[in-house]
């Protein structure tokens, strides 16, 4: 079955160290993206890419790191710059045909808990 | 700059009864309008969606929605829930051009009691 795996679902890092959340997916889509979910605030966008090698910031870059290096991985990198790190990060991936509209098919999430 | 808002943080309500879940947009542009569900530590799924054509959409497990283009609304409506229907719900807005950027309101949580 094609679809985004995210992993570990649940995570659990001190204050000051770096993590990276795993984004996989077998779609074949050219464009991924992450999020972040807080309560109250919806998602929020880190940042994306259209294209292997790629990547622009989102809303909310700061103190996140991306790389894409494989079509089908979009690793994020949450450093120890991000001042507020824990919550609920959800990836997403979508085709970029020329259709006017490519529905973002989105992972189960990464909750992330900052000790 | 275009945003969503969504003024019911939660809307409790008991089972069989309808409910409604109020989304308004604003956009100096046209957009496609969305209805995602979460449900509990889960990802979101795409629940309706309005492109173009009828302004009103319907999905598989009875949900509907109608874009209402001089009100700039874009409600969620289903005439009787299922306690399985608590989750949470966001709308969300696509600008009709350029990069497709989701942007999502605040997300209102639907409690359906017995």
């Known amino acids: 079955d094609g679809g985004i795996t995210q992993s570990p679902k649940y995570l659990f890092r001190k204050e000051g160290q770096n993590v990276t959340l795993s984004c996989e997916q077998n779609l074949n889509h050219d464009a991924m993206y992450w999020y972040r979910q807080d309560p109250g605030q919806g998602l929020r966008l880190i940042y994306y890419?259209?294209?292997?090698?790629?990547?622009q910031k989102g809303d909310i870059a700061e103190g996140y790191s991306v790389s894409r290096e494989k079509k089908e991985s979009f690793p994020l990198t949450v450093t120890s710059a991000q001042k507020n790190p824990t919550a609920f990060y959800l990836c997403?991936?979508?085709?970029?045909?020329?259709?006017?509209?490519?529905?973002?098919?989105f992972g189960p999430g990464t909750r992330l808990t900052v000790l | 700059a275009q945003s969503v808002t969504q003024l019911d943080s939660q809307v409790p309500v008991f089972e069989e009864a309808p409910v409604e879940l109020r989304c308004n947009y604003s956009s100096s542009v046209s957009v496609y309008l969305f209805w995602y569900v979460q449900y509990p530590n889960q990802g979101l799924q795409l629940l309706l969606k309005y492109l173009s054509g009828s302004t009103l959409v319907e999905s598989i497990n009875g949900f509907e929605a109608e874009f209402n283009k001089s009100q700039t609304s874009f409600h969620l409506r289903k005439p009787s829930v299922h306690i399985s229907d608590t989750a949470e719900y966001f709308c969300a807005v696509i600008m009709n051009t350029g990069f497709q950027k989701l942007v999502f309101g605040t997300g209102t949580r639907l409690l359906v009691s017995p």
């Open positions: 890419s259209q294209i292997v090698n790629d990547f």
């Open positions: 997403a991936s979508t085709r970029t045909s020329a259709s006017s509209y490519n529905e973002q098919f």
